[in-house]
Nanobody, 115 residues
Framework: QVQLVESGGGLVQAGGSLRLSCAVS????????MGWYRQAPGKQRELVAS???????IYAVSVKGRFTISRDNAQRMVYLSMNSLKPEDTAVYFC?????????WGQGTQVTVSS
């Protein structure tokens, strides 16, 4: 089992920055990828960024160049640094872990970007 707890969301003006954190507990053996998804009201959940066990980073086109995913294996943390935020980045952001064919989700953290 893997447990995920996100933090760092909040309200920010357009052009501002936020850093989301995800604390990973439980068995981290054989984690294949860690990432961030988001879901805006009335829309499907979408991938924002992920990082594989081989440190390969993948970003949604809409956030490339503005967001950066990173991880600290020793501290069991995954981060999402978000710069140049736009109102369309407003969503609930979820931490995600893929491990041995299973997926685990955090409870989500709200990010609101005002214009």
């Amino acid at each position: 089992q893997v447990q995920l707890v996100e933090s760092g969301g909040g309200l920010v003006q357009a052009g501002g920055s936020l850093r989301l954190s995800c604390a990973v507990s439980g068995s981290i053996f054989s984690i294949n990828a860690m990432g961030w998804y988001r879901q805006a009201p009335g829309k499907q959940r979408e991938l924002v960024a992920s990082i594989t066990e081989f440190a390969r980073e993948i970003y949604a086109v809409s956030v490339k160049g503005r967001f950066t995913i990173s991880r600290d294996n020793a501290q069991r943390m995954v981060y999402l640094s978000m710069n140049s935020l736009k109102p369309e980045d407003t969503a609930v952001y979820f931490c995600n872990v893929k491990k041995s064919g299973l997926e685990y989700w955090g409870q989500g953290t709200q990010v609101t970007v005002s214009s």
